[in-house]
């Protein structure tokens, strides 16, 4: 263990040095698990997948096969090799450097506030405006709702991980109670009154639903090494990264399967949409409950909604500690947004920052044009966009500490180097490809000759769209660069050596 401690601490600021002696040691394998599953598995994600219809199926097993399980088996070995508080920061920074290390964990960080306040909000908003209080869209009843969902995630990320942690850990119970309930009364809905005549045909994959489904299932399976990020408060990280990565990638396989098969078989493509088309299903299903369909329904969309607040408040939890010791480290504005607080071992500085904008991008988000599963699936489009754009950095940077650092202790190696570096380039490839897509939308399909309305994208302009992705992920990037320029007085002022950082002279 103190190999590990050495490797990820040896060219740290004073500051990153002095916020770890506030952390506080409170994850166990169990907590570990449930966090990355209340964070990854996404109920938000069901509709928007299932809306290709059958052949969402198809593509869903066939990356399962392709990109998921290499994907965690490469993060299962390089989580539990390399620990320490900031996780996808300290490999990226140890690969490539601090300013790769400033982009990558400003791409991976805001990607959650984005979510929060531009889709999940708008997701619980429409889920509550049908099912539990009605007020209109644009309302001040609807900014009122989007505003707590936000700010409820916001302040679950600011208490202490050691009660915090409970609040993603009910979320993930809630969730699979949730989706357990679905499943079994569609069970009991198609013994009654049948399933959709789906054959076998119906499922055969065409090119255009891989190109449109790719960049919406890898954001659907990324995620599983951010519990890293506060690997400096868990009890035991090299042991347990690893078979908590493995476990929940496990799980959310199983979780994206059946439900999605369940939504296929209850609903017609043609009424699955993003924001609402898991809960039309429900909804649909829950018929057989008679009289008390109604109250089933309700509660259906509580447990919902209880799932879905405490999925922001895991992405706000492990987001806002990488964030906060790249700011710590002098890669974020430095000192102010790198401390934690003494008492709670908490961020509190990111998590307001991160509150703020969400709040920002829901409002803006509400300003553009059209419905609301449009507007869910622009900002969905935003967040995959910066998202995936994280894991370019990301994945070469695991393959890189593979092949330079190779005596490092791995508790977990998965497999020789030739299939570990194969398994990082097919899976930086699908990246590479998604990422693509939902930046220009539309693109790939002129390429190959398949007719596209370029008029609009995402139920928006064209013009609208192109200018909120690239605006937004040229705005972090600059901010990314502009904020490892500040923190440069921090850098300077560390007493450590600077053998970790890469010979390429970029580690500054």
């Not at 430095?334 to 904008?357: D, E, M, R, Y």
């Not at 650092?405 to 508790?411: F, I």
């Not at 930046?439 to 200018?467: C, K, N, R, W």
Request: hydrophobic letters at 50%; charged letters at 10%.
């Amino acid at each position: 263990m103190a190999e590990v401690k050495q490797l990820t601490a040896r060219n740290d600021t004073d500051m990153a040095k002095d916020q770890t002696k506030v952390l506080q040691r409170t994850l166990n394998r169990f907590d570990i698990v449930f966090l990355i599953v209340s964070a990854v598995v996404g109920l938000e994600m069901l509709g928007s997948v299932s809306a290709e219809g059958p052949q969402t199926f198809t593509w869903l097993v066939f990356l399962i096969i392709v990109f998921l399980i290499p994907y965690s088996l490469i993060f299962a070995e390089t989580g539990s090799a390399f620990v320490g508080e900031g996780g996808v920061y300290l490999w990226t920074r140890r690969a490539f450097g601090r300013p790769a290390a400033a982009i990558a964990s400003a791409l991976t960080w805001i990607t959650q506030p984005v979510w929060v306040g531009g889709s999940m909000s708008f997701l619980n908003a429409e889920a509550a405006r049908n099912h539990l209080v009605h007020f209109s869209e644009g309302s001040a009843g609807d900014y009122l709702f989007k505003l707590t969902f936000i700010w409820v995630t916001v302040l679950a990320a600011i208490l202490s991980l050691a009660k915090a942690k409970w609040i993603p850990t009910a979320g993930a119970f809630f969730k699979i109670a949730f989706l357990c309930l679905f499943m079994g009364t569609a069970i009991v809905y198609a013994a009654r009154h049948g399933v959709q005549p789906l054959s076998f045909g119906d499922f055969s994959p065409t090119l255009s639903g891989f190109i449109t489904l790719t960049p919406l299932l890898l954001f659907a399976f990324l995620g599983f090494e951010s519990g890293s990020s506060a690997s400096g408060e868990m009890h035991n990280a090299q042991h347990d990264v690893s078979v908590s990565v493995l476990r929940s990638a496990t799980m959310a396989g199983i979780f994206y399967l059946l439900p999605v098969a369940t939504i296929l078989l209850v609903l017609p493509p043609s009424d699955i949409d993003g924001v609402s088309g898991l809960l039309n299903a429900v909804d649909t299903v829950f018929s057989v409950y008679g009289p008390a369909a109604r109250p089933m329904m309700i509660l259906a969309v509580v447990m919902f909604t209880l799932a879905n607040i405490g999925q922001g408040a895991a992405w706000m939890i492990m987001s806002d500690r990488m964030q906060a010791m790249a700011a710590a480290d002098g890669s974020f504005f430095g000192g102010f947004f790198g401390k934690f607080h003494p008492k709670l071992g908490t961020p509190v500085h990111v998590n307001l920052l991160s509150g703020i904008v969400s709040t920002a991008f829901m409002l803006a988000a509400m300003e553009l044009t059209g419905s609301s599963a449009d507007l869910f699936n622009v900002v969905l489009g935003v967040a995959v966009t910066t998202y995936l754009f994280s894991y370019l950095l990301v994945i070469p940077a695991a393959a890189k500490l593979r092949l330079t650092v190779p005596d490092v202790e791995r508790p977990f190696r998965a497999g020789p180097n030739w299939l570990f570096v194969l398994m990082c380039v097919v899976t930086t490839t699908f990246v590479a490809l998604g990422s693509w897509v939902s930046i220009f939308p539309g693109t790939l399909e002129a390429l190959v000759g398949m007719p596209h309305d370029f008029s609009q994208a995402q139920g928006v302009s064209y013009a609208s769209f192109e200018a909120l992705t690239l605006g937004t992920l040229g705005f972090i990037i600059v901010v990314a660069l502009v904020g490892y320029w500040r923190g440069a007085p921090l850098r300077r002022a560390r007493t450590s050596s600077a053998n970790d950082e890469p010979t390429t002279g970029n580690g500054m």
